[in-house]
Nanobody, 127 residues
Framework: QVQLVESGGGSVQAGGSLRLSCSASGFPLIRSCMAWFRQAPGKEREGVAAIYTAGGKTYYAESVKGRFTISQDIAKNTLYLQMNSLKPEDTATYYC????????????????????WGQGTQVTVSS
């Protein structure tokens, strides 16, 4: 059974840092793409960071470029998102996803049952 479990969310002040973790089970982390999406209340789900696990190529939304870093530990089957210089606008529920293609931005079409999603972890940044 494919399962993704996020951890590491919390509340921080603007300028602070958090590291999100996503532990994967039921499948090897080496597949098409692992990604972090986020969704704030009343807003669309947004892909903010993604990595092609086989080659390690990464992608970032412009809004997080230079502040967030996506990485993977294949041996631990774990995905990470290091978030630095956090801003109030980063407040959202963050989801780990195993998807067929790396997608950044809003409007992700999805691949139905081929995608796997975690339950989400809340990140709150206060000013």
């Amino acid at each position: 059974q494919v399962q993704l479990v996020e951890s590491g969310g919390g509340s921080v002040q603007a300028g602070g840092s958090l590291r999100l973790s996503c532990s994967a089970s039921g499948f090897p982390l080496i597949r098409s793409c692992m990604a972090w999406f986020r969704q704030a209340p009343g807003k669309e789900r947004e892909g903010v960071a993604a990595i092609y696990t086989a080659g390690g190529k990464t992608y970032y939304a412009e809004s997080v470029k230079g502040r967030f870093t996506i990485s993977q530990d294949i041996a631990k089957n774990t995905l990470y998102l290091q978030m630095n210089s956090l801003k109030p606008e980063d407040t959202a529920t963050y989801y780990c996803a195993a998807v067929q293609i790396c997608f950044i931005g809003t409007g992700y079409p999805g691949s139905g049952p081929l995608d796997a999603w975690g339950q989400g972890t809340q990140v709150t940044v206060s000013s």
